[in-house]
């Protein structure tokens, strides 16, 4: 794209991104952030970058945004208005001189390097070896796996660490219901929520199929997923599981689990998480619809919260 | 020609992101809104990767591969900081909750 | 330029247009009913004019159909979050359960 609408673009990221900081009112900043997260996902499809265009809007933009809406929601029931303490000019005058010196820096770092996409062609050579032609997902789920494998499990490890601070009597169970819908008011969003669930799984299943060659993938098909569970709980469809419910956890662990697995099978052949010849891509969707699930999963209750006593259920919905 | 500014455009709008959000990390007060600035410093973080990895035609695959990687250990870290404050404040509530009643009787 | 891009520039236009239009209202109108009022019209009809310009310049069914789909589902989403919304300012404004 040119170079005006570039120009235009990242101002407007800046413009939002300050907006969502200096606002006065916490609420604002954080409808300023989401607006943020999308013309970053606009800035990533002008770098051509279409697979994390998908995961910033998704996951940045969106999974990030209802979550610190509901948090916000959530601190105000209990009577904490989100306002900071001023702090002093002079303190603010320091830190903006700190932070310009470091922008300098940064800035002077970055002209420095100039932009190259010399690992493109390496990793192009490479991919005709997998039988897929997303060189993202490639790069995921084969030449750094271990990377990926890892994320995956810290993913994981937030949603234990959030399980982990539930106070004694929540444990193990239910996150307070998202529901804002009952049955006499809001209907709508009852129905559209049914509706919304089925279609979301299939379009999760889409963009994890698409992803092999197109852009798409495991994390933006899992968030897809997230989402319809998300709006399925607020329109009172369905009620989130109990912390101790194995269904759940043996959704939880199966993307990983299988990763790791198939990983450690890998040994068998010479290397860890290597994949044995002709069975590449095989193994490379499997694994993806299974980290698809997980991460729908992991997503759609680390948004939920940790598990509340029975009686908070009802009043926790906020 | 163009790419290579296009690149450096990305890279230095994320460049300032870094440092806005770290001014909004130590000015604003509250760890709800910290939690923003540290995602907007983030997704400065991964726009400097990206722009940095742009080339003539397309940009590097590798460096995608470590934004959507970094952009999902962002979320994983928001939701546990956002938990962490929901924990402090719930026991902060019970505390004065505590006291107003302590104070009646 | 061809009939069919002049087209696609008319069509992208109005669509703007119209998006601007829901924007001022969000922003000049007083209350949340009137604010939503101006959003659910304006904001669906800009939607339209852009998605089939898009559709247009790609000149292909199968693209027109996956925009078709993205169509309707911000049709869906905008109908269900408006409900949403004017539920909740109704219940800000008059507080009867």
Redesign the interface.
Known sequence: MS?VF??VL?LM??GT??A???MRS?LG??VF?IA??NL?GI??L????V??AL??IA??AG??GI??I???A??SA???P????P?SPW??AA??VI??G??VL??V???S????????AQ?ATLMPALGIEN??T???LA??AY??LL?TF??L???V??WA?A?PRGWPQRPASLAIATPVSLTVIGTFSRVLLPASLVMAAYLVWTGSDLPG?A?QGGTVLAGGILVAALGGAIALPRADDMRLRSVLVLGPAMFLGIGLGGIALGRFLSYPVGLEKALIVAIEYALALS?GAT?AL??A??PVPPAAVQEGGD | M???????????????????????F?????A??Q???V??SG?GV???L?????????????P??????G??????????G??????Q??E??AA?EDDERGGKT | MTGLEYAIAGLLFMGVFFYAAGSLGLLRFPDSASRLHALTKADNVGLGLVALAVALHWGSVAVAAKIAIVWLFAIFTAGATAQVLGQSSKDETDPRP
């Open positions: 170079l570039d120009l990242c990221i800046l991104a300050a969502s900081l200096l916490a900043g954080i952030f943020f997260g970053l800035a990533w002008s770098l051509g970058a697979n994390v995961a910033e996951i940045g999974v990030t979550l610190l509901l948090a916000h959530r601190l209990m009577g904490d989100v306002e900071c303490e702090t303190m603010r830190v903006a932070c310009g470091l922008i940064l800035s770092a970055v002209l390097i100039s932009p190259t996409d010399r690992m493109g990793i060189p993202v490639g790069v995921l030449f750094r990377d990926t994320e810290v993913l490890g937030a949603l660490a959030v601070i106070p993938g994390f991460i997503l680390l948004v919260g940790k | 163009e790419a290579l500014a296009t690149g450096h455009l990305f890279a230095l709008t994320g460049a300032v992101l870094v440092g806005l959000g770290l001014f909004g130590i000015t604003l007060r509250h709800l809104r939690l923003l600035a995602n907007v997704a991964f726009l400097m990206g722009g940095l990895g742009r080339g003539a035609a397309t940009t590097d695959p590798f995608q591969a470590l934004v959507i990687t952009i999902v250990v962002a979320v994983a870290l928001t939701a546990f956002a938990a962490l404050t929901l924990r404040a719930e902060d509530h004065k």
